[in-house]
Structure formats: structure tokens, C-alpha cells
């Protein structure tokens, strides 16, 4: 099956008191993050229902950051042999009844951009923003696709160079 990869990047809130701000427009739900999907235009094979092998190569190839002056930032480590676009934005809230729970509701560009702007003091610099999710599409109808991990890689393989199947 033909697919494409996108990953996430998570910029989190970060603040000395550890007290998150309440994101307007929400039920008391408090700002943990915000976070971002990017998906690349290179279609990967999908063999026997299982991620890609190579998509998380082309992910680590672009660098995600952010810093307070010059908001979130895109470069790659000229090695990325394809396209790239942001495909959806998220803002990540924890309910205050439910401290322990982080929930990530899907937003609209100009929602992302005005939570960035308006607690842009309360992001935490990041170099390299985590990436912690992909999410695949078939290539053809850009429905989503279900994969499953592809097996790691046994530690004889790895001494002798390999990243495995």
C-alpha cells in the first residue's frame, strides 16, 4: 500500500510556578502545548500492514524550532529530498477536572497562530521540537491508514550497522 507520513511537534508551556494558563473560549481546560502535524510528500511502500521503513529517516531530516523572537521555525539538515507541509494544528489542554489527562483537540491555522502570539512567553525554547506521533495516509485517497510498528532492530543488528526490517 502507497502512503504518506506526517509526525508531530509539540511545543510545550513551561512556567516557573507550574500554574498553565486557562485557554479561552474553552470550559477551564488549562494550556499544555501546542502542537503541529507535518506531513511529507514522499509516498512510502507499506509492506504487510507495518509503518514504512524510511519514514522516520525523512522526520528526523527537518528540524522543528522554536524560540520566543522568531516563533516556530523550519530547516532541514540537507539531507530532506522532499516536500513538506504543516497538514493540521492542535492545541493540547489538560481538563481541570482530570489534572492527569492531556487531551489534543484539532484547531484551525489562524487559532494555532493566535494561542502562539498571545502566550508566546510561556512556550519553552526548543532547538529541536519532540516529535511523539505519525499519523498515514493512503497516497492515492488520502484517507487515513492504521500501520503497526515495525519490528525493532535485534542488538546483533545493530553492532554490525544495520537498523533492521
Known amino acids: 500500500m502507497r502512503v ?22 474553552s470550559s477551564g ?15 512510502f511502500e507499506s509492506v504487510d500492514g507495518l509503518a514504512p521503513a524510511g519514514a522516520e529517516e ?7 524550532s522554536f524560540d520566543r523572537a522568531r516563533g516556530i521555525g523550519f530547516r532541514s539538515d540537507g539531507g530532506l529530498d522532499c516536500g513538506w507541509e504543516v497538514s493540521s494544528w492542535l492545541v493540547d489542554e489538560i481538563d481541570p477536572s482530570d489534572p492527569l489527562v492531556m487531551r489534543s483537540r484539532p484547531v484551525g ?3 494555532f497562530e493566535e494561542l502562539l502570539e498571545r502566550y508566546r512567553d510561556l ?19 488520502g484517507e487515513p491508514v492504521e500501520l503497526g510498528l515495525r519490528p525493532a532492530a535485534s542488538s546483533s543488528e545493530v553492532r554490525a550497522g544495520g537498523r533492521g526490517a
Open 4 to 25: 504518506r507520513a506526517a509526525f508531530d511537534r509539540v511545543l510545550l508551556v513551561g512556567r516557573p510556578d507550574g500554574e498553565l494558563p486557562v485557554v479561552v473560549g
Open 29 to 43: 481546560a488549562r494550556l499544555a502545548g501546542l502542537t503541529l502535524f507535518v506531513r511529507f510528500d514522499r509516498v
Open 58 to 64: 525523512v522526520n528526523r531530516r527537518l528540524r522543528v
Open 109 to 111: 491555522r489562524d487559532a
Open 123 to 141: 512556550f519553552v525554547e526548543d532547538g529541536s521540537l519532540q516529535s511523539t506521533a505519525w499519523a498515514f495516509t493512503d497516497a492515492d485517497s
